[in-house]
């Protein structure tokens, strides 16, 4: 359960203060799902950046499962970050030196889980999004679909409570895009995680039932029961 | 994970590995080359002085005159009287001018100051040796002019001068000989100590009073005398027991005789020139000299350090080079190295800016990113290290096969250089003559060397490792979402 309260988020240029978030009161249940969209630099990274304990707040409480996420010690937020937390990001954020297996095991070191175990996991997680056969290239030997599916499998090998994803979709072509979408609800649907992901993709934001809107700081949301929501 | 995610690093990107390596490489190299020339111009400058005062010798103690006493002019007992002709030879021995003696108990007093471990006397004298021959005319004669003629055939250390007699003819010769008395008890220490016998034998202790003596090899080529031939000082006959040859260079004396012998034949009765001292250890040098400066008195100390300083020619201004100029261009090329592998290394780290903050964004200490990065950095650095080692025995070897020749020269054979005494007179000709000793640089590259090297090479990736570290330290978990690449 994510619960948001008051949360602002000032970033100062020089001399001016930009109110990237300004007051925002926002609550998501466990197993939930929003997609949050608005016009670039309407502050949905930012939004995204507290949900996922990134950086913290100027002021208000971002709480999940019982943690003030701009309260906690770094090394409490660490921890926070590595057990319940998966991010997916828009340049898929892969470490080009590392294999697309290696890539994944990253997400399980801070948890201290044996090599065997992460070898298995990190293999299971990839062939779960249909690149077993890959686990030992490199980023700049996939395409960007397969990259971004790298990326989907080290948010989820560690079974995290909360997938956070800033447009995923963004550095892709529609078709791929539609194929990721489908993975994404698959694993959402299947897992029972809470599904938070920014899109400027009107396609996108149009399939959500719940849709959170971000204009200069400020949010409103809302929901569309008919919603054609993704297969997968 | 750490080390596969070092080795892929070190791999795929070993371009960048290689520019920071190869920096430090070249400090690293430079730095081990100017340590082992200046190790060569160290091992050179020694030959040179231990050729000069023997190997085992750390002081001399020796005493200088006042100026102008000592020296001064010899006179020959040879008076020209009458008319006719007239055969005459003489023996006259002295001291260098410039340096008095001292008495035989300041070795015993030399030798009971603490960390002394051995000290020895030597008697160092100068053999003016007249032969001639006068033929002299009465009356006068408007056709024959006399001429004197000079002598000095002796070549080496010998000069000799021809003295012009008023008229009439003279044939006349006069041989300078150096002849050391040394202490035969003890070849370890002293002026004995750098010579190397080539023929023959060396003294033993028992012949401290006995007629022989040991000669130095070019002068016994000049004077063609062999083991077993005779030398005759002031109407005494020795004996050759030994032809020697100084360890590099030329000897000290031309002929070496027990000291005993030495002090009878010039009538210096328990008198020595020089006391060489042997300290118990290198570090206790200079204790040993303020010792001896502080406890027997009217002395004059010199250590084989202070005595580097008297040495001249290609040796010493190569010697000042390596150790002035060669060691800041190595400090600064080794700095700048350091530098460059920091500012590269912190650099790598600002174009993995998105890299670093997606792992601390995926829950990565920040202590495990540091320690990423300063692994890196320490591989870097041993990488550097192997190459600059390699470059650096290159750099040796080629100076040691190079093997440049450097002179030095001293300004006279003896510790004591004094005054330049009275001036005048055939003395002029002796020992004091310059010595030049040619030695061949090498570069030899110690271990310790090489371990210095290794510690380098370390600092330099721990000092690139800290920068990056730092560097890498500051970035937050945000900085995945950054835009940059
Ligand atoms: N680190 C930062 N420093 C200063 N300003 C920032 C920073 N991050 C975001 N901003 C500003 O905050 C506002 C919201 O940015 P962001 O959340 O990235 O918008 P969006 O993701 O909706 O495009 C923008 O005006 C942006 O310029
Ligand atoms: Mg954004």
């Known amino acids: 359960m994510y619960r948001l309260s008051g949360v602002t988020k000032h970033y100062s240029r020089g001399k001016e203060t930009v109110r990237a978030l300004d007051g925002i009161d926002l609550e998501i249940p466990d197993g939930g799902q929003l997609v949050i969209q608005g016009p670039t630099g309407g502050g949905k990274s930012t939004l995204l950046q507290m949900l996922g304990g990134l950086d913290r707040p100027t002021g ?27 991010f997916v990001f828009q340049s898929f954020n892969l470490i080009p030196t590392l294999s697309a297996q290696e890539n994944v095991e990253t997400a399980l070191v801070p948890m201290g889980i044996a090599k065997e175990e992460r070898h298995k996991r990190a293999f299971a997680a990839l062939e779960s999004v249909g690149l077993g056969e890959r686990s030992n290239h490199v980023p700049s030997e996939l395409s960007g679909g397969q990259q971004q599916r790298v990326a989907i499998a080290r948010a989820l090998v560690k079974e995290p409570k909360v997938l956070l994803a800033d447009e995923p979709t963004g550095n892709l072509d529609e078709e791929t895009r539609d194929e990721i979408m489908e993975l994404l609800h698959g694993l959402w649907r299947e897992r029972g995680l809470t599904f938070i992901m920014v899109t400027h993709d009107t396609a996108i934001a149009g399939r959500a039932p719940r849709l959170a809107t971000i204009r200069a ?16 | 994970m750490f080390f596969t995610y070092l080795r892929r ?15 430090l490489a070249l400090g690293i190299g430079l730095v081990l080359t100017v340590t082992s020339v200046s190790a060569g111009m160290k091992n050179a400058q020694s030959t040179v002085l231990h050729s000069l005062y023997g190997l085992g010798t750390d002081i001399t103690v020796t005493k200088s005159a006042a100026a102008g006493a000592g020296g001064g002019a010899q006179k020959f007992g040879i008076q020209q009287s009458g008319s006719g002709s007239k055969s005459s030879s003489a023996d006259r021995l002295s001291v260098n001018q410039g340096t008095a003696t001292m008495a035989s108990s300041t070795v015993t007093q030399v030798a009971s100051q603490s960390n002394v471990e051995a000290a020895v006397g030597s008697l160092l004298l100068n053999d003016f040796k007249f032969d001639g021959s006068f033929k002299l005319k009465s009356g006068t004669s408007s056709t024959s002019t006399g001429t004197g003629q000079g002598g000095g055939q002796q070549g080496g250390e010998g000069g000799g001068q021809g003295g012009t007699p008023p008229s009439g003819a003279a044939n006349f010769s006069l041989n300078t ?31 401290s009073n006995s007629l022989v003596a040991v000669v130095d090899s070019s002068y016994a080529t000049q004077k063609k005398l062999k083991v077993g031939s005779t030398v005759t000082i002031s109407g005494k006959a020795f004996k050759v027991i030994g032809i020697a040859t100084a360890s590099s260079g030329t000897s000290a004396a031309n002929v070496y005789i027990p000291l005993t012998q030495a002090q009878t034949l010039a009538d210096m009765k328990n008198k020595v020139t020089t006391v060489y001292v042997k300290a118990s250890s290198s570090q206790q040098i200079s204790a040993v000299k303020t010792a001896i400066t502080k406890n027997v008195s009217g002395t004059t100390v010199t250590t084989a350090s202070d005595l580097a300083s008297t040495v001249s020619g290609s040796l010493s201004t190569a010697a000042n080079l390596v150790t002035s100029m060669g060691k800041w261009l190595s400090l600064a090329v080794l700095a700048a190295a350091f530098l460059i592998s920091s500012l590269l290394t912190s650099s790598a780290v600002n174009r993995r800016v998105r890299e670093f903050g997606t792992l601390k964004a995926l829950g990565w200490r920040s202590k495990r990113v540091i320690g990423q990065v300063m692994g890196e950095a320490l591989v870097n650095g041993l990488i550097g290290g192997v190459l600059g080692i390699a470059l650096g025995l290159a750099g040796a070897a080629a100076i040691t096969a190079f093997s440049p020749t450097l002179s030095a020269s001293t300004a006279s054979s003896t510790a004591s250089q004094g005054g330049p005494g009275g001036g005048g007179g055939p003395g002029q000709a002796a020992s004091a003559a310059a010595k030049a000793i040619e030695v061949h640089l090498t570069a030899p590259v110690t271990l310790s060397a090489i371990a210095v090297a290794v510690a380098l090479a370390v600092a330099g990736g721990l000092v690139a490792g800290g920068f990056g570290g730092w560097r890498a330290s500051r970035l937050r978990p945000a900085d995945a979402l950054r835009r940059v690449e």
């Open chain 1, 60 to 86: 208000g409480t971002v709480e999940l499962a019982g943690h003030d996420l701009g309260a906690i010690g770094e090394a409490k937020l660490t921890k926070v970050r590595a057990e319940l937390i998966g």
């Open chain 2, 177 to 207: 000989l150096t002849i050391m008395g040394t202490d035969t008890s003890n070849i370890t220490v002293g002026p004995l100590s750098s010579l190397k016998i080539t023929s023959g034998v060396n003294f033993t202790s028992a012949q």
């Open chain 1, 217 to 232: 700081g400020k949010v409103t949301v809302s929901e569309n029961a008919d919603a054609q929501v993704w297969a997968g």
């Open chain 2, 9 to 23: 690093e070190l791999r795929r990107r070993r371009k960048a590995a290689l520019v920071i390596s190869m920096g």
